[in-house]
């Protein structure tokens, strides 16, 4: 079974600040993709990275960057110049098959 | 704004009533996923069809159930409602079903069982 893991609950960042998110993940699947989505007090789901784990190159989304280490099973979300409206529940998520698993989430808030 | 379309957007019903909640997925995405959020917590898949089929199947309750119909709209039917079935409802959806692609997300039916 497919797992996906997200051992900080609840973190917090000074604006302008860099901050990493964690996550680790199971697949037995061969061809997968991974994802960081956003999710703001709006409840709207948006993504925000999309790693391929067949590519080496780590994915690059302006001030929003991971550090994927595929024989670790390791995803993590770095964000850079943190800004308030980053302030949000982050979750992170890997295909498998027919369906996307998502872990319980890092809920990030930025401070002034 | 993603594309999918959620209705309704709010719902309060009774424990033991039946709802059902529509999902219009973005124009050309042939696949719908259903997930449920549960009060701060993460996403639990709920069912994946694909074309008008069942694809996937999660955690989803034998009250539940689910559908997608020729114009790939697609419902979801909770029965026999309980206090724990309120909880947020995202309906998402992508082109395809390979699952390499970024899921689209409807802003959700919050449903609250009282």
């Known amino acids: 079974a497919q797992t996906v893991t997200q051992s900080q609950p609840e973190m917090s960042v000074q604006e302008a600040e860099t901050v990493t998110l964690s996550c680790t993940y199971d697949t037995s699947e061969s061809n997968y993709y991974l994802f960081w989505y956003k999710q703001p007090p709006s409840r709207q789901m948006i993504l925000v990275i999309r790693?391929?784990?067949?590519?080496?190159q780590n994915a690059t989304e302006n001030r929003f960057s991971v550090n994927f280490q595929k024989a670790a099973k390791s995803f993590s979300l770095k964000i850079s110049d943190s800004q308030l409206g980053d302030t949000a529940m982050y979750f992170c998520?890997?295909?498998?098959?027919?369906?996307?698993?998502f872990g319980t989430g890092t809920r990030l808030k930025v401070l002034a | 704004d993603s594309g999918v379309t959620q209705t309704p957007k709010h719902l309060i019903t009774a424990t033991g009533q039946r709802v059902t909640l529509r999902c219009s997925p973005r124009s050309g995405d042939l696949s719908v996923y259903w997930y449920q959020q549960s009060l701060d917590q993460g996403l639990q898949f709920l069912i994946q069809?694909?074309?008008?089929?069942?694809?996937a199947k999660g955690n989803i309750l034998e009250r539940f159930s689910a559908q997608q119909f020729p114009d790939l709209h697609s419902e979801l039917n909770l029965s026999s409602l309980e206090l724990g079935d309120s909880a947020l409802y995202f309906c998402?959806?992508?082109?395809?079903?390979?699952?390499?692609?970024?899921?689209?997300f409807g802003e959700g039916s919050r449903l609250t069982v009282l």
């Open positions: 069809y694909y074309n008008g089929e069942e694809r």
């Open positions: 998520a890997a295909s498998g098959t027919y369906k996307y698993i």
């Open positions: 790693q391929e784990a067949y590519k080496q």
């Open positions: 998402a959806s992508s082109v395809e079903g390979y699952l390499t692609g970024e899921l689209f």
